[in-house]
Antibody
Framework: QVQLQESGPGLVRPSGTLSLTCAVS?????????WTWVRQPPGKGLEWIAD???????NYNPSLESRVTISLDKSKNQFSLNLISITAADTAMYYC??????????WGQGTLVTVSS | EIVMTQSPATLSVSPGERATLFCRAS??????LAWYQQKPGQAPRLLIY???TRATGIAARFSGSGSGTEFTLTISSLQSEDFAVYYC????????FGQGTKVEIK
């Protein structure tokens, strides 16, 4: 069974760049899979950020599109998220997730990112 | 963007009772819908996908139904561990989530 594990800095300075990585284990990064980032600010709901198909095709949340890049590295069994021009509003638990076409979503445990000087 | 609307916002139920949660999509999503349970400090836990398929290891008391724009999650007999927040999510076009239904002890 595929497992996902997020890693990241924990604390980011305002106006800085957030870089997160999701390691995929328990299997290779199969074809026909969407790889996704989702976030959840403290005490709030879930917000989809972006996803990338194994072909490299990407989709971005329009509210974040100007600041976000998602990428895929199959050789390292991982995918990544870059978010620039960080503000306090970006403080959240960040989750990576995946979904094989035709199947259900599967998620990592999340990593907390706090934006503070 | 497909907007997902959940109702009610809060559901007060006694242990052993049945709970029914609703989710409406702003446009048809076929059966590309998932339900999650989330407890404080934990990641969302997948309960149902494809509107009605239970995820691996999920108890039979959880069931989902619906297609198009109207969906339902039913918990047939609430156990103490079921009190949590429940989210619906569409994955027909990108991902969007409902605002959540909190199931609390009556």
């Amino acid at each position: 069974q595929v497992q996902l594990q997020e890693s990241g800095p924990g604390l980011v300075r305002p106006s800085g760049t957030l870089s997160l990585t999701c390691a995929v284990s328990g299997g290779s990064m199969s074809s026909n899979t969407w790889w996704t980032w989702v976030r959840q600010p403290p005490g709030k709901g879930l917000e989809w950020i972006a996803d990338i198909f194994d072909s490299g095709r990407t989709n971005y949340n329009p509210s974040l599109e100007s600041r976000v890049t998602i990428s895929l590295d199959k050789s390292k069994n991982q995918f990544s998220l870059n978010l620039i021009s960080i503000t306090a509003a970006d403080t959240a638990m960040y989750y990576c997730a995946g979904r094989l076409e035709g199947g259900g979503p599967f998620w990592g445990q999340g990593t907390l990112v706090t934006v503070s000087s | 963007e497909i907007v997902m609307t959940q109702s009610p916002a809060t559901l007060s139920v006694s242990p052993g009772e049945r709970a029914t949660l609703f989710c409406r999509a702003s446009q048809s999503i076929s059966t590309n819908l998932a339900w999650y349970q989330q407890k404080p400090g934990q990641a969302p836990r997948l309960l149902i996908y494809g509107a009605s398929t239970r995820a691996t290891g999920i108890a039979a008391r959880f069931s989902g139904s619906g297609s198009g724009t109207e969906f339902t999650l039913t918990i047939s007999s609430l156990q103490s561990e079921d009190f949590a927040v429940y989210y619906c999510q569409q994955y027909n076009y990108w991902w969007t989530f409902g605002q959540g239904t909190k199931v609390e002890i009556k």
